[in-house]
């Protein structure tokens, strides 16, 4: 989302010159943040990646809970050896240690599962900018926090095509 607000405010400057001449430069802009919260797939993406989330702290949990239960088998067990229960430890500290591998690796997969939808989200709204720019005659769209005055907002009409027309594009 950064590269696409620097390309933007690039592309903003570079039109500046023409806003003088005659016929001016008619550009849109709409509120990203807006439209991206109001875009029905950004909602689903949401909700897949929290439920995704759940089910990776649900599945460390449980073998935590496996781990700590093994523990408490041997942890009290008087008639083990120093020799034995020193064994136990270093095996209890690999098998945290496994658990924190798996930990990091599962959240590793989620951020990376977020980034690729995040991407495919831009990507959706940046097509759905063009093809209502074509629309409306604009030459281009832009972010309205770097809209300091002129243009005409087109948030509420890109939020309708979006939902309209591009629904399902993200969570296929």
């Not at 270093?90 to 798996?102: A, H």
């Not at 977020?114 to 831009?122: G, I, Q, T």
């Not at 604009?138 to 095509?161: E, P």
């Amino acid at each position: 989302m950064k590269k696409t607000m620097v390309l933007l405010v690039a592309v903003l400057f570079a039109f500046v010159s023409f806003a003088g001449k005659k016929g001016g430069f008619k550009f849109g802009y709409a509120e990203l943040n807006k439209v991206f919260q109001s875009y029905t797939d950004t909602q689903k993406v949401i909700s897949y990646l929290k439920d995704k989330e759940n089910a990776i702290k649900d599945q460390l949990k449980q073998e935590q809970d496996k781990i700590m239960k093994w523990r408490d088998s041997w942890a009290n067990d008087k008639k083990l050896s120093k020799d034995e229960k020193k064994k136990k430890e270093d095996e209890l500290y690999q098998r945290l240690m496994q658990l924190q591998q798996m930990r990091d690796s599962m959240y590793a997969q989620l951020d990376q599962m977020r980034r690729n939808y995040e991407k495919k989200l831009e990507d959706v709204i940046i097509k759905a900018a063009e093809e209502l720019a074509k629309q409306k005659g604009l030459a281009a769209i832009f972010d309205r926090r770097v809209v300091v005055f002129g243009g005409i907002d087109v948030t509420d009409d890109l939020i309708k095509l979006l939902n309209s027309k591009y629904v399902g594009k993200v969570m296929k």
